[in-house]
């Protein structure tokens, strides 16, 4: 099964839309596989983060990210990856479209509130990164309901 990894990052935490940002997976019909509240180290993040090691505002995020604890998870169905980066809406939150979380509830690119992965490859790795300890399957009877 296709799986990503999406987080909730602090200012989402501290602002109370977990909840939202889980129940418009819930409801999509996606399958919730791991959750965690996790307050991260900084080398944590910089692995996280590594490919943007050399941007202009890596600092800024790496301290963004600091400033709580982060909700992550994992998530699978078909087309998890590309639509779950749909759902959170463009990284910039003034162009993302309304309906999109980051559309509905945030205004700037440096509080963005919601992290998703941005390829299979990447979301393995992530997944890998956030849960070592790996992350069980499970049958849902729901299936029978969402997939044709
Ligand atoms: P995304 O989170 O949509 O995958 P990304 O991986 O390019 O975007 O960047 C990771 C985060 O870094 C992003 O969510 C917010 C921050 N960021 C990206 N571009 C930025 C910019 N030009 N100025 C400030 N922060 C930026
Ligand atoms: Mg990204």
């Given at each position: 099964?296709?799986?990503?990894?999406?987080?909730?990052?602090?200012?989402?935490?501290?602002?109370?839309?977990?909840?939202?940002?889980?129940?418009?997976?819930?409801?999509?019909?996606?399958?919730?596989?791991?959750?965690?509240?996790?307050?991260?180290?900084?080398?944590?993040?910089?692995?996280?983060?590594?490919?943007?090691?050399?941007?202009?505002?890596?600092?800024?995020?790496?301290?963004?990210?600091?400033t709580g604890p982060v909700v992550g998870m994992v998530w699978g169905g078909k087309g998890v990856v590309k639509t779950g980066r749909v759902m959170l809406g463009a990284t910039n939150p003034l162009d993302s479209a309304p309906g999109t979380i980051r559309g509905d509830y945030c205004v700037d690119v440096g509080k963005n509130l919601c992290h998703g992965s941005d390829s299979v490859e990447s979301?393995?790795?992530?997944?890998?990164?956030?849960?070592?300890?790996?992350?069980?399957?499970?049958?849902?009877?729901?299936?029978s309901l969402i997939y044709e």
């Open positions: 099964m296709e799986r990503t990894y999406i987080m909730v990052k602090p200012d989402g935490v501290e602002r109370g839309l977990v909840g939202e940002i889980v129940q418009r997976f819930e409801k999509k019909g996606y399958q919730l596989l791991a959750l965690q509240l996790l307050h991260p180290t900084k080398q944590h993040l910089e692995q996280h983060y590594a490919d943007l090691a050399g941007k202009p505002f890596f600092p800024k995020l790496i301290n963004y990210m600091l979301a393995e790795k992530e997944i890998a990164l956030w849960f070592p300890d790996g992350v069980r399957a499970y049958k849902r009877h729901v299936d």
